[in-house]
């Protein structure tokens, strides 16, 4: 077995809609990235790569290459989980915990967890989504951004 964690944060910005987990959940703001800011998605690519001693999302989708400008995230772990199959290795759960004061989470997590076991190739048994606030303390609490942690086990 291998453990890995993944940690991501993103800056709010203009736009109407945020997308977490593969899912467009509407905001007054968007959040500010290179790709398409599923701070999610690239906290649970970390938390891959991590456990099979890959480095990080940054070594392999850098912010500088045009190709991944506005990529759909969905595409990045499809790819992480390209990369754990060519060594033989295998998710076995996801655990992530979002940090948000706003918007409220609750209603589209069920919704996340089907994208992401999908492109994991598990069962979304395997998939756990959560999220708390920072009870409005820090550049979280204060709607400055979103963050997430993430925790993978592969086999």
Known sequence: MR???GFDVHAFGPGE???LGGVRIPHTHGLIAH???DV?????C???LGAAGLGDIGQHFPDHDLEFRNIDSRLLLRRVVGLLEERRLVVSNVDATIIAQAPRMAPYIPAMREPIA???G???DRVNVKATTTERLGYIG?????AVHAVALLL
């Open 40 to 44: 999610l998605l690239h906290a649970l």
């Open 46 to 48: 970390d938390a891959l």
């Open 118 to 120: 999908a492109d994991l």
């Open 122 to 124: 598990i069962i979304p």
């Open 142 to 146: 204060r709607g400055e951004g979103i």
């Open 35 to 37: 790709s398409d800011g």
């Open 17 to 19: 809609f945020i997308t």
């Open 3 to 5: 453990i890995g964690h």
